[in-house]
C-alpha cells in the first residue's frame, strides 16, 4: 500500500474504521465537551412559572390606555414581590406592584415597566408611594413566559449532540443531573528512535530528548481523550511489534512516532503489515507525507512521522477526526478562515502546504496572514508562536503578496487575533 492519498481520502479512510464508543454516564459538570448518548428531557416547565425579565413595575395595561409623556397616568403602589416571592393579593383599578427580576408575575398583571422609565410622584417608588406612566407597555412586556425554555417532557438535548458549558446550566435547570455520553477513546501515545531520551534526562551525544509524546499527548487530551504515554521503543521491529501488540489490546486508538518513512530503521509499516491490516502509508500534504494506518487487533494505529511538526500537523488533520468520531461527535473540521498573504511565497513542493503563520489585521480592518520565517519540519517553536495554518494549496505555483489564503485555525491561543 505505497499509493499516496490526499488529505481528504486520509481522513476518510481513518474515519470510515471507527465508530462511536459505548456510553457511560458521569455526573452533569464532568459532561460539558463531551456527546450526548440518548435524547435529554426536561423534567419541568423552564421556567415553571412567568416572571419579570427585569427590575420594575407589573401592571395591567388597560389601567395605563392613553398614558403619553405630556399627559402621564399615576398609579399606586400597593407591594413589591421579590425574588422567590409571591403576591397574592387582588389589585384594584390603579393599583400596580414593584417586583424584581425572576419574580413570579402575578396572573393579574399582564406587562412589566422597568424603573428607568417610570417617574416618583410620591414616596420613592415602593409600597405606599405613587408612580407614573408616560405610555401603555406592550402585552407581556419584559415578562418570560412559563415554559418559554423548555416543557416537561420536552427533549432538550438530542443523541449525538455536544454539550456545552452552556448546555450544562440549561440541563441543570432542566433537572438533568446524571448524562449518558459517549466514553472517550483512550489513546496510546508510542515515541520510537534509538536517539530518544526522556526530558527528563540531559541529551548526550546523538540524542534528542523526546518531546512528541508530550504533545501528541497534549493534542489528544484537548481532542478530549484519555492519553497514555508508552515507554521509548528502540529502533528495533520486534520491539517496536511488541508495543503496538500490547498497545492495540489495551487502548482504542494507537498513535506512534517516528520510524514512518521508508529509511532501514524505519519499522512502524512492516509491523502494522505484519500484524494486521496496513491502509495507508503516504499522504499528499508538507510536512507529514509519511503517515502509516492500518488496524491491529481490532484497533486504528497510526504511525506519525519523527519530525514534531509533521508529526502535530498529521495528529490534527487526520487522527484528530477519528478521535472525535469515536465520542458521537459528527464535526471533524477545525474552523478555517480567508486572509490576505502579506509576501510572496515560492512553492517548488507539488504537496499541499500547510504554513505556520499569524493572523493579523492589517491598518483598514482586512484580515492578513504573515508565514513565519522558519518552516522547518523539525520544530514546534514556530507552532507556538503563530496562530494558524496558511494553506498553498496542491501543485508548484507561487503565491504572491495580497493573494487570499485558505488558514486554518489549530490550537488557537488566548489573544489570537481574528
Known amino acids: 500500500m505505497t499509493k499516496m492519498i490526499s488529505l481528504e481520502e486520509a481522513r476518510e479512510l481513518v474515519l470510515s474504521r471507527v465508530t462511536p464508543l459505548e456510553a457511560e454516564t458521569v455526573d452533569l459538570l464532568d459532561a460539558a465537551g463531551r456527546v450526548a448518548a440518548a435524547d435529554l428531557k426536561s423534567d419541568i416547565d423552564v421556567s415553571p412559572f412567568a416572571h419579570a425579565a427585569m427590575d420594575g413595575y407589573a401592571v395591567r395595561r388597560c389601567d395605563l390606555a392613553g398614558a403619553t409623556a405630556e399627559s402621564p397616568i399615576t398609579l399606586e403602589v400597593i407591594d413589591e414581590v421579590p425574588a422567590g416571592g409571591v403576591f397574592e393579593g387582588a389589585p384594584q383599578a390603579g393599583q400596580c406592584v414593584r417586583i424584581m427580576t425572576g419574580a413570579a408575575l402575578p396572573g393579574c398583571f399582564d406587562a412589566v415597566v422597568k424603573y428607568e422609565i417610570v417617574s416618583m410622584v410620591e414616596g420613592d417608588g415602593k409600597p405606599g408611594g405613587r408612580v407614573a406612566f408616560s405610555a401603555q407597555p406592550k402585552e407581556r412586556d419584559n415578562v418570560r413566559e412559563a415554559g418559554e425554555e423548555a416543557r416537561a417532557g420536552e427533549i432538550v438535548v438530542n443523541k449525538g449532540e455536544a454539550i456545552t458549558t452552556a448546555g450544562v446550566g440549561f440541563l441543570a435547570g432542566c433537572g438533568v443531573l446524571r448524562v449518558p455520553v459517549y466514553r472517550k477513546p483512550r489513546v496510546a501515545i508510542i515515541p520510537i528512535g534509538s536517539e530518544l531520551v526522556p526530558p527528563s534526562e540531559n541529551p548526550g551525544p546523538g540524542h534528542i530528548r523526546n518531546s512528541n509524546s508530550y504533545a501528541l499527548a497534549a493534542c489528544a487530551k484537548a481532542a478530549g481523550c484519555e492519553a497514555d504515554m508508552f515507554d521509548i521503543v528502540p ?34 509499516k512492516p509491523v502494522v503489515e505484519r500484524a494486521g491490516e496496513l491502509l495507508m502509508t503516504t499522504v499528499n500534504m508538507r510536512p507529514g507525507k509519511a503517515q502509516t494506518f492500518g488496524i491491529v487487533d481490532g484497533t486504528p494505529v497510526f504511525g506519525l512521522p519523527g519530525n514534531p511538526a509533521a508529526a502535530y500537523m498529521g495528529f490534527e488533520l487526520i487522527i484528530r477526526a477519528g478521535l472525535l468520531k469515536m465520542q458521537g461527535r459528527t464535526a ?11 509576501c510572496d ?44 495554518m496558511a494553506v498553498l494549496p496542491e501543485g508548484a505555483q507561487d503565491a504572491h503578496a495580497g493573494d487570499e489564503i485558505a488558514c486554518v485555525l489549530l490550537d488557537v491561543a488566548e489573544g489570537t487575533v481574528i
Do not use: W, Y
Open 235 to 268: 529502533d528495533d521491529e520486534a520491539a517496536l511489534e511488541a508495543a503496538v501488540r500490547e498497545a492495540a489490546a489495551t487502548h482504542d486508538f494507537v498513535v506512534t512516532s517516528g520510524g514512518a518513512s521508508n529509511g532501514d530503521f524505519d519499522f512502524i
Open 332 to 342: 471533524f473540521e477545525h474552523p478555517t478562515i480567508v486572509a490576505k498573504l502579506t
Open 345 to 388: 511565497k515560492k512553492k517548488k513542493d507539488p504537496r499541499r502546504l500547510f504554513m505556520r503563520a499569524t493572523l493579523s489585521h492589517g491598518e483598514s480592518g482586512e484580515l492578513l496572514v504573515t508565514p513565519a520565517k522558519n518552516q522547518s519540519s523539525g520544530l514546534f517553536g514556530p507552532i507556538q508562536k503563530t496562530n494558524c
